[in-house]
T-cell receptor, first 116, second 113 residues
Framework: DTEVTQTPKHLVMGMTNKKSLKCEQH?????MYWYKQKAKKPPELMFV???????INESVPSRFSPECPNSSLLNLHLHALQPEDSALYLCASSQVLGRQRDQPQHFGDGTRLSIL | AQSVSQHNHHVILSEAASLELGCNYSYGGTVNLFWYVQYPGQHLQLLLK??????LVKGIKGFEAEFIKSKFSFNLRKPSVQWSDTAEYFCAVTSSNTGKLIFGQGTTLQVKP
């Protein structure tokens, strides 16, 4: 079992809906990440938070809005998504951003998102 | 810009066969190298990592990888695969500066019983 918990596991939403994905870790990690993964493709980095502050935004459309309310939680707010946004959304965490020595990223199981 | 290239997109092996998956990266500075595995319907799991020291790295489940700096390669090996090794394998690299994890395109390994 992974130590990074993501909810919900599956989400189906219409293009006008507003929903949120949630991610939680209790490993004391201070860096948290959102990735998007299409079938048979590698994960693509979307956002990185370091010490609850947005550190990296990989030019993600504004219909995706991340939030880090505290060091254990990471949310991804969704609004007016497009069908091409259907994918597996992965959350990951690591001890500290930029210092990968002995600090690999730990991934959650993901939320499988379908946009109708 | 950093990039990772995995040569084999789809590999089919019989049980007990030996495995080698190729991975090459492009980056001139200090890199950290990883192999992740994603079993069907499961999360990405770390198989092994290289930061420095002995270029032959041993990971979980009998996997190992060899870092060859002159070839910018980090190939994954296993002497004898099992049906349970059927999964998607991703090579990844981070720079020591940004910590961003850059993945290769992945290799689908199918092991026939």
């Amino acid at each position: 079992d992974t130590e990074v918990t993501q909810t919900p596991k599956h989400l189906v939403m219409g293009m006008t809906n507003k929903k949120s994905l949630k991610c939680e870790q209790h490993m004391g990690h201070r860096a948290m990440y959102w990735y998007k993964q299409k079938a048979k493709k590698p994960p693509e980095l979307m956002f990185v938070y370091s010490y609850e502050k947005l550190s990296i935004n990989e030019s993600v459309p504004s219909r995706f809005s991340p939030e880090c309310p505290n060091s254990s939680l990471l949310n991804l707010h969704l609004h007016a998504l497009q069908p091409e946004d259907s994918a597996l959304y992965l959350c990951a965490s690591s001890q500290v951003l930029g210092r990968q020595r002995d600090q690999p990223q730990h991934f959650g199981d993901g939320t499988r998102l379908s946009i109708l | 810009a950093q990039s990772v290239s995995q040569h084999n997109h789809h590999v089919i092996l019989s049980e007990a066969a030996s495995l080698e998956l190729g991975c090459n990266y492009s980056y001139g500075g200090t890199v950290n190298l990883f192999w992740y595995v994603q079993y069907p319907g499961q999360h990405l799991q770390l198989l092994l990592k290289y930061f420095s020291g002995d270029p032959l790295v041993k990971g979980i489940k009998g996997f190992e990888a060899e870092f060859i700096k002159s070839k910018f390669s980090f190939n994954l090996r296993k002497p004898s695969v099992q049906w349970s090794d059927t999964a998607e394998y991703f090579c990844a690299v981070t720079s020591s500066n940004t910590g961003k994890l850059i993945f290769g395109q992945g290799t689908t390994l199918q092991v026939k019983p």
